[in-house]
């Protein structure tokens, strides 16, 4: 799926994603509802993007589709790499699985076909990080 969605044009490169997460850290804002849900905004070259944290709300109206799909693709892949005795299990993977490709298909039909979260200038080099906090 990396592959294809850098084929595609839906991110730069596959090195892209590697740094997504500390991104959203440095860049984004967490917003709680007042029903729970977890959001983050982030700014970008144009505006702000809202995006959904959660398997309730990441696909939900109000929630930026370019960036959620990177968000699932990037947490597939560290779910891939995770050791054995970390990883979901199989049902739990082929519902994420669901969930990534209904946001690729979303992110397709949506209007925004660039990179959602700004790029590091190429001197500043980033290493991959955890997890969002």
Not at 51 to 64: F, I, K, P, R
Not at 119 to 127: E, I, Q, Y
């Amino acid at each position: 799926m990396f592959d294809e969605s850098v084929r595609e044009e839906i991110i730069p490169n596959r090195g892209y994603l590697n740094r997504l997460f500390k991104l959203l850290d440095e860049k984004g804002k967490p917003v709680a509802t007042t029903n729970g849900s977890i959001w983050m905004d982030v700014p970008n070259a144009n505006a702000t993007s809202h995006v959904g944290l959660s398997e309730s709300n990441v696909l939900a109206h109000g929630s930026e589709p370019h960036l959620a799909y990177e968000i699932l693709l990037e947490r597939t892949d560290r779910l891939l790499k995770s050791p054995k005795h970390s990883r979901e299990t199989i049902l739990e993977f082929e519902s994420d699985w669901s969930i990534l490709q209904a946001a690729k298909s979303k992110s397709a039909d949506s209007p925004a076909s660039a990179a959602t979260v700004p790029t590091p200038p190429a001197r500043d080099p980033v290493k991959p990080s955890g997890e969002i906090r």
